[in-house]
């Protein structure tokens, strides 16, 4: 029998640090659409710790659906949905009801439209107040934070032109043009960040 799951090992490393921030972001009840879900390792982790929340896991990989699927039927878990095919670049999204959005090491691995396509999405799911969470490493004013993320920087653009550390500045104001509020940051470990946008009224 063929294991379709993929295996990230960042996730072993972040899943607890971005685990703790949730926790005091996400609402008590609902559902939380995660964009581009990759292997389906972060969902599942936070669905077995968080089990009042339902999880819509979502990707634009066929690979990656089988992968969440597989890890996903894994876990036993009965808070987790099927997840969705969902590319942030099309005009019209799935279906889906959504309390809170997460976006996980997605934008800096994705052209620049699928950041404008996020926000497009995310503005038009979301109710006034709920959270859009991004956890990754970016630019600040233009300068990238470490030598290992310039490097990485430069590795990423090096595999796609048009892939590489986002400016958060330039995020958020596309969050803003969208409809969110400026965004809230917390300094994560490894030079990465979490920056929560609420959907303004």
């Excluded at 799911?125 to 300068?143: M, Q």
């Excluded at 048009?162 to 958060?168: D, F, I, K, N, Y």
Aim: proline letters at 8%; glycine letters at 6%.
């Amino acid at each position: 029998m063929i294991d379709h799951r993929f295996y990230a090992p960042a996730t072993l490393r972040n899943r607890e640090p971005i685990l703790n921030v949730l926790r005091g972001l996400l609402p008590d009840r609902g559902t939380v659409l995660e964009i581009a879900s990759g292997t389906g390792e972060h969902a599942i982790y936070f669905a077995r710790e968080l089990p009042a929340l339902k999880f819509q896991p979502s990707d634009p990989s066929a690979a990656a659906l089988l992968s969440i699927a597989a890890w996903t039927a894994a876990s036993g878990s009965s808070n987790i949905r099927p997840p969705l095919a969902l590319d942030t670049q099309d005009e019209v999204w799935p279906a889906v009801k959504a309390d809170a959005v997460l976006c996980i090491n997605m934008i800096h691995i994705a052209p620049w439209a699928a950041t404008l396509g996020l926000f497009r999405g995310a503005a038009a799911l979301l109710p006034a107040g709920a959270p859009l969470y991004l956890y990754g490493p970016y630019r600040r004013h233009g300068v990238i934070t470490t030598p290992s993320n310039e490097a990485f920087d430069q590795s990423l653009r090096q595999q796609n032109a048009s892939w590489g550390l986002r400016s958060l500045e330039a995020v958020a104001d596309v969050a803003g043009a969208a409809g969110f509020s400026a965004p809230a940051v917390v300094e994560m470990p490894a030079n990465n960040l979490s920056v929560v946008f609420r959907r303004r009224s």
